[in-house]
């Protein structure tokens, strides 16, 4: 028999009010409590919530640009508390120029990871194997992802995290190469005005952040979507995340793919 506690879990939710009050959140950069302690979708709820707060921004013109792994790493997993791998949805008004200043004006409680991004040269319609990923690929750029939890305090469940993105809010992507293949073992420096804050290696990432885009590949399979060719894929971060500072000058330093920057206002 159910408690009065879990009774009042029950209460029935809206995917599209839930979704709204994210995408509230978001535009206007206030953080919210967790809504699980309060609402209990289950996960394939929670990414319903997730594409209907996205659909929210397509309808305000926003376009999508691609999509963002989270917790591919060992480091994040322990980082946040939470032990799955997840995904969420790139638009245009996410993505900021290189070498720009971000104003942390556009955000709740900022944060950077170091990541690797891919760019698919062909259209991504049926789960790839490793092997062949590479071929569905025009190139890999080092990158950063400016995550941005909605929640207070950055605290949250599974199901809160995928209802909100993934945390996206800012992605920022350097020079593209074309060799996609060797990316296992590379080092990786985030450095905030010179000084290095993170350091490790893309064989963080899933071992190969190249198993990124099998990953990808997979769950838009399963989520009957197509990753059409001139899509970004982050491949999710190597590192735990780094509280943005103001008035900072942040680089990331990915061995053999170069260098991404960017300030903060
Ligand atoms: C969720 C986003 C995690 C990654 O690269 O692992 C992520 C969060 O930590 O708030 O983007």
């Given at each position: ?9 029950m209460l029935v939710f809206n995917i599209a009010a839930l979704a709204r009050t994210l ?7 206030t953080e919210i409590d967790p809504l699980t302690p309060q609402y209990a979708f289950n ?139 060797e990316l296992a073992n590379r080092g990786v420096v985030v450095r905030f005005n010179g ?71």
């Amino acid at each position: 028999e159910a408690t009065s506690v879990e009774v009042s879990r029950m209460l029935v939710f809206n995917i599209a009010a839930l979704a709204r009050t994210l995408d509230d959140a978001a535009a206007s950069h206030t953080e919210i409590d967790p809504l699980t302690p309060q609402y209990a979708f289950n996960l394939a709820q929670a990414y319903d919530i997730q594409r209907a707060s996205v659909a929210l921004r397509h309808e305000r013109g926003e376009k999508p640009v691609g999509l963002k792994l989270g917790f591919t790493s060992r480091a994040k997993m322990v980082q946040m508390g939470v032990d799955s791998l997840i995904w969420g949805l790139l638009t245009d008004a996410m993505l900021y120029e290189e070498a720009a200043v971000i104003s942390l004006d556009d955000f709740i409680h900022p944060r950077v990871e170091p990541e690797v991004c891919f760019l698919t040269g062909r259209d991504i319609d049926r789960p790839l194997t490793l092997l062949e990923a590479a071929k569905f690929l025009e190139g890999a750029a080092p990158a950063m992802e400016i995550i941005d939890s909605r929640y207070r305090n950055f605290k949250f469940t599974l199901e809160d995290v995928v209802a909100d993105n993934c945390s996206s809010a800012g992605v920022i992507v350097g020079a593209f190469s074309k060799d996609v293949c060797e990316l296992a073992n590379r080092g990786v420096v985030v450095r905030f005005n010179g000084r290095p804050v993170l350091m490790g290696s893309t064989g963080a990432i899933l071992g190969n952040p190249l198993r990124s885009v099998v990953q990808a590949s997979q769950l838009a399979h399963q989520a009957g979507m197509v990753i059409p060719a001139g899509s970004l894929i982050m491949a999710g971060a190597a590192t735990a995340a780094e509280a943005l500072i103001p008035g900072a000058h942040i680089s990331t330093e990915i061995g053999g793919l170069g260098r991404v920057e960017f300030s903060t206002g």
